[in-house]
């Protein structure tokens, strides 16, 4: 028996008209907000795309811990953290203009493809209207560019490639994250100090976006101060032994030897250069040293006993108010919110994530609207202070923040478990700023901003 | 010249993991005919036997210093090892810094343990099976066990020194006359490299030598033939899973000073493994040997200086590469036997 009252073209019609009905909710609150994911009722989405797996998982789950914490101090719990010390005063623990602060998350798995299906997840499913989150440079340059596409706002976690808002640059992104231009600047004076000028470096540096930049970086900063590059070797990312890299080190004529290599890269290397008697080898009459241009507190209890006396950069560390004074205020009161809460002091990654939150939360409110053009607005130019890393601007031309770099090294006797590094110096932001059409950053543009209606 | 040697001997040490892990993936394959993608894991699990005694070792009870503070200002808490307030600070601070080799012995027993669980409760459903079925199952496994490590460890790598004893370098160039500094190698390292010669020959002297063994060999070669006369092969071969099981457990013990272990290490060594087993032949445990050791050599050649600048990016292919020649020349691989693999 056929269903006679069953046509083909009824088919068709019908599910026309039910596909035009399920997308007329969608095109509305475009059309009439004028931009992606406007929020319609009293709540508000954000969405924050983390390692939750893979190498850097670790490290996600301390920037997760960071925007939980945010939402809550957004949301008028706990003791407020950093909105109590946060230069603008427009952010009052009820939420973002009114709305409470909800959160989505997702797993980057350190996979561009991976971190952008997520990240489209949230923006698509979840109606999440800024996505935060970090821990690669590839993925968050993959990230966004989807944010961009998609008119969202992506404000960067961690993430140090000067592509990220160099040639990748885009409307729609911000990074308050350092980079590894700035690294390179503010070591290359203590660099000086410690190890003078007549010093012979061999670079071996990780093969993917973050690394070329990192050891342009350095290279171009020690070589300015009259140091010479022996060697830059590549190494696979998916390298786990650097022994057959370290081994020629020493003959090569070399007395510095530079590891732009990052997270378990780095724990691997260090630890075989350090077994390799390279820490206590003498070269050219010198002692030979090992420089780790981007420090992390992770890596630095990943690398144990190996790391000590090694100088690095990193964009902020939790002592600094406690040792440099109230220039770095803020610092303090999110420690005590963090570890209260965790029972640890943050990492940087965490800070770096908490500030972001905060900073777009401010712009929001600021330009009282949720229009990722009005927060891209708010946001340019944009000068703050009090979120612990001293005075600080988002630049308007590239969307990079500009402030005080830390200049660490490895303590050599930690008193606990969290006391791994010892800040040497800060270097100052106008040692650390550039051009926004330095060569180093040049080949992009961040194009108009996209409210993706 | 002194570039040479220096990379020999890099290339000896790396071969000497490549060696362990195939080793044990061959006495796998060669008696149960399972291809067990899990070897990795079972490496990585040996690397955490010595984390896993290092921490039981350093297991310490909490006093308050009122004179201390911590990071939030509150009176810091001190935590002493137990072995320290037992034994006194300088002979507890030795147990614990000799918590790799101590783990060697920890491991055996652990290991032996996890391989006959595993191949009794999950392997041998599938020794009828395809080996795309075993390969699936044996991967889902892999990433079962380094799930579990990652949730109590976390996927930071873990540092586990060799004891002081053990760690610094010794001068071969002054050995051989040449400047300090020269050819300088690591203390451990090197007894990585005399250990895997140690358990290597152990387990060929165990097959070779020992009634058990030639019944094993035996069935290697005929399991058929083997059952027929009465012997309960199907008992030896899991009890060789657990062998295999301990060998890789041990090259992850050795391993742990010299890269701090994390949950995903195994998945690193395992695809170069596997390679290895192949170019070597599989089934042969003299080929898996010789095909860990000549391609560590060939890897640690590949990474020199004036190699990658005469040709740029051979050190991450070079493997594959010989691994191609290989099967294209012989398919059956350096040292399998005839009809192996190629048909």
């Not at chain 1, 550039?434 to 080949?443: A, I, L, Q, R, T």
């Not at chain 2, 760690?167 to 490299?193: A, E, K």
């Not at chain 2, 020649?325 to 693999?341: D, H, K, S, T, Y």
Request: proline share 4%; charged share 15%.
């Amino acid at each position: 028996m056929t269903n006679r009252f069953v046509t083909r073209r009824g088919v068709l019609k019908t599910s026309a008209i039910a596909g035009a009905g399920l997308a007329l909710p969608t095109y509305l609150r475009a059309q009439e907000s004028g931009f992606t994911n406007a929020p319609t009722g009293d709540t508000v989405t954000l969405g924050f795309n983390v390692p939750q797996t893979g190498p850097y998982a670790d490290e996600g789950a301390d920037e997760l811990r960071a925007f939980e914490l945010a939402v809550e101090h957004l949301n008028g719990g706990g003791d407020g953290g950093m909105l109590q010390t946060f230069s603008e005063k427009n952010l009052d623990g009820t939420g973002i203009l009114g709305k409470k602060v909800e959160f989505v998350t997702g797993d980057t798995q350190t996979k561009s493809d991976a971190a952008r299906a997520s990240a489209r997840s949230m923006i698509e499913k979840d109606g999440a209207v800024m996505i935060s989150g970090g821990s690669s440079s590839g993925v968050a340059v993959a990230v966004q560019g989807l944010c961009q596409e998609a008119g969202v706002i992506f404000m960067a976690g961690l993430t140090h490639s000067n592509d990220t808002t160099g040639k990748d640059k885009k409307a729609n992104g911000f990074r308050h994250f350092f980079n590894a231009y700035m690294s390179a600047a503010a070591m290359a004076p203590v660099l000086e100090s410690l190890y003078g000028t007549d010093r012979k470096a061999y670079h071996l540096t990780a093969d993917y976006t973050w690394g070329w930049t990192q050891q342009e970086s350095i290279q171009a900063a020690t070589e300015a101060m009259g140091w010479e590059t022996v060697q830059n070797v590549l190494t696979p990312l998916a390298q786990t032994d650097f022994s057959s890299y370290i081994a020629p080190v020493l003959q090569s004529g070399a007395d510095v030897l530079v590891l732009n290599h990052y997270g378990g890269n780095m724990v691997n290397s260090l630890t075989n250069a350090v077994q390799f008697g390279l820490r206590e080898a003498q070269a050219n009459g010198k002692d030979f040293q090992i420089v780790v241009p981007l420090y992390s507190e992770l890596m630095a209890r990943g690398a144990g006993e190996n790391i000590k006396g090694i100088p690095g950069s990193q964009n902020w560390d939790w002592k600094i108010e406690n040792e440099l004074g109230s220039r770095y205020v803020g610092t303090n009161a999110f420690v005590k919110s963090f570890g209260e809460k965790y029972g640890f002091p943050p990492s940087q990654a965490a800070q770096t994530c908490y500030a972001q939150t905060l900073l777009y939360a401010d712009a929001v409110s600021r330009a009282n609207s949720f229009n990722p053009c009005a927060v891209a607005e708010a946001l340019e130019d944009f000068e703050f202070d009090g979120l612990g890393n001293g005075p600080t601007s988002y630049r308007g031309s590239d969307h990079q923040c500009f402030k005080d770099v830390v200049v660490v090294r490895g303590k050599e006797n930690p008193e606990n478990e969290f006391d791994l590094v010892e800040i040497v110096e800060v270097t100052p932001t106008e040692q650390v700023t550039y051009e926004p059409d330095h060569p180093m950053f040049s080949g992009g543009s961040l194009g108009s901003c996209n409210p993706g209606a | 010249m002194d570039a040479i040697i220096l990379q020999t001997l890099n290339g000896l040490d790396k071969g000497s993991a490549y060696a362990l892990i195939a080793l044990g993936l061959t006495l796998i394959f060669g008696t149960l005919g399972v291809v067990n993608f899990a070897h990795g894991a079972l490496f990585m699990i040996g690397a955490f036997c010595a984390v896993t005694l290092q921490r039981i070792l350093g297991a310490s009870f909490t006093t308050i210093d009122e004179t201390r503070t911590d990071f939030l200002g509150n009176p810091m808490q001190v935590e002493t090892p137990y072995v320290h307030a037992w034994f006194g600070p300088e002979t507890g601070a030795s147990i614990i810094e000799w918590s790799v080799p101590l783990a060697i012995l920890f491991s055996i027993p652990v290991m032996l343990l996890i391989g006959l669980v595993m191949e009794r409760g999950l392997i041998k459903h599938f020794y009828k099976r395809p080996h795309a079925d075993q390969i699936l199952v044996t991967f889902g496994l892999a990433i079962v066990l380094q799930e579990i490590i990652k949730y109590f460890y976390g996927a930071n790598p873990i540092p586990t020194p060799a004891p002081d004893a053990l760690t610094g370098s010794y001068d071969f160039g002054l050995l051989l006359g040449m400047d300090p500094n020269v050819i300088i190698y690591p203390y451990w390292r090197l007894v990585y490299f005399a250990f895997a010669a140690l358990v290597i020959g152990g387990v060929f002297a165990f097959l070779q030598f020992t009634t058990f063994g030639m019944v094993v060999r035996a069935g290697m070669a005929d399991r058929e033939t083997v059952g027929l006369l009465g012997i309960n092969i199907d008992k030896r071969f899991t009890i060789m899973f657990g062998l295999a099981a301990a060998v890789a457990g041990l090259a992850g013990v050795m391993y742990a000073p010299i890269n701090s272990p994390n949950y995903h290490m195994g998945m690193d060594f395992l695809v170069l493994s596997f390679v290895v087993v192949v170019v070597g032949g599989m089934g042969s445990l003299p080929g898996a040997v010789l095909a860990g050791f000549l391609l560590g050599i060939l890897e640690s050649f590949a990474s020199m200086t004036q190699v990658i600048n005469l040709i740029p990016g051979i050190n991450q292919i070079i493997i594959y590469v010989v691994a191609i020649i290989v099967l294209l020349a012989r398919p059956r691989g350096l040292m399998g036997r005839r009809g192996v693999m190629e048909e």
